[in-house]
């Protein structure tokens, strides 16, 4: 015998990370081309797609390997003498492998071993960041195990489960994994450099969650920073995964402070921030049954993690202490933020919210406020006349302008666009938001807090004292806030404010069910802008194809819907020849459709885009208002004039290749 059949080595004196390393070693994913990560001896060998991994397999089935020590001396990496010490060593303490002597004595590197791997032992050698990984065979093992085994599997063969990873002489690791996956498994070798890397993003693909790549590249740093998180957070919950089952009745006895866990809660948060997330959901359930662990990015809900259910008391627990909330009270609900800068971590906050639910848990919804930046007015995407319009509108010297829609759906972004556009120095600029996510230099802006009766109706009347000319107003949510609004815009001041209602026209008859005089409403009234966010088709996957018939009568009745009776645009005629003048290419309308890409986790959408609907207050209009009139009223006086719903500026921006029309439909159901 002139070898062991086992190397699972650390070569202390190679940057590659090894199997040895401990649970918590999260390597930074190299930005390096391949010939970098591959070493230069094994460029020939290198197997990048599924055809040439199972031409090397049925290679390897007529291949004869020999042990480790005699490859090593085939290729001329060590003489009979460094081999008989080498072995010398071992016999002297049976449990170091071969592999891991020869490295320590500096006799071979780790591109040797896995040379004599490749060429004596007939194991392919895969690239894992240009093959192609067949999702069923990722859908074999679970990810944790993936995680911990450091093993990535690629494809079946033959019944056959191909796995990579960095050491295929592993044998415990093997026959856990032929357990778990009740396949035979044939192992193939790879570079341990990016390894952790490529098991976090093939399993995110099949639905752990997206990682779109961002339209401009971040610093090096940031990057570092964000491969580092994301590979932490993995291995950090393979980590938790892989302790002893406790008992539900061990679950108080697990200690907040507990290092593994405050490691990837701070990790879950960088990542979700790098994903591109609005808010995070930590989900507990019952029993034996894991805690979820999911990210809405782009307006939808996609899972990223789940932990053991032994944890989900420490975990509420750690979270409300970094918001300093009371960890003892879990029968009623609590609000808190974090500000992340603390933990060492990115400069954002979040808000908490916690939410008692049945069982005796509580579900967490942390919402980050990564301090947006202001987007110029002409960036909103509205439509021409629509954007003409609004800043004719926001320049008025006073009078009432909402923007309304429903959570989430940008109305605070959009009136801090009209506010950058005001923002003058010869204008005194006052906000009273809740909570101020958006700052702009020349404002002064005010965070109310209605625990101590600091609320919106307190903070515009103190206004009013305070010498405005433009006053902005987070929400009107009661009728003394909403009597207070119209009183100032009727005495010389702007005044911008939010509302939840679905639709401009729903929004009169909202605040007159709030008790505001109709008529002072109406003098003051100037428009109201609502607006819905719908997801973007990917730009880097999306692929036109001419229009249907079938499709494009679909798409006229549904613009049609909202016109009243003798509008211009009701024969079909006239509509297609706007249609085709504004966005057929080579005289033809076309249907966008987008696949899915690694740019868009496979999804087909990257990013959000609103829709719009503009209501000006027009002499007609103001009529309606004090008559008290109907919403259907108001919206048909209001088309007819010249106002676009909803799901008609949504119909435009299917036909321009912006979105789809099942996202506008689901979003605007005029």
Known sequence: MTGTSRFDYEDKSSAEPSLSDPPGFAPREPDLPASELVPASLLNAVRTSREELSAALESQLRFKPMPIGEALLGLGKLSMGQLSEALSRQSQGKTVPLGQILLDMGLVTTADLQLALVTKMGYPFVDLRQFSIDVAALRRVAAATAVKLKVLPLMEWRSNLVVAMTDPLQFKVLEELEFTSQRKVRPVVTTSADLVAQIAKAYRGIGMGGSPAPKERPPRVESESRAASEQDAWMLAAELAGGEPRPAEEEKSIAQSDNTLVRLINSMITEAYHQRASDIHIEPYPGHEKVAIRFRIDGELRPYLELPPSYRNALIARIKIMCDLDISERRKPQDGKINFAKFGGLPIELRVATIPTAHGLEDVVMRLLTGFKVVALDALELAPRNLKQLERLIERPYGLFLCVGPTGSGKTTTLHSALQRLNRPNRKIWTAEDPVEITQHGLRQI???????????????????????????????????????????????????????????ETIVRLNDLGVDSFSFADSLQGVLAQRLVRRLCPSCVQPRPMTPERLHEMTEDYQSALPGGHAQRDPAVLHAEWRHRYAVNGSLQEYHAAGCEHCANTGYLGRLPLHELLVATPTVRELVQKRARPTEIRELAVAEGMRSLRQDGIDKVLAGQTSLAEVRASAND
């Open 447 to 505: 965070q109310v807090n209605p625990r101590i009766g600091w609320n919106f109706a307190a903070a515009l009347r103190s206004l009013l004292r305070a010498d405005p000319d433009v006053i902005m107003v987070g929400e009107i949510r009661d009728s003394e806030t909403a009597e207070i609004a119209i009183e100032a815009s009727l005495t010389g001041h702007l005044v911008l404010s939010t509302l939840h209602t679905n639709s401009a026209a």
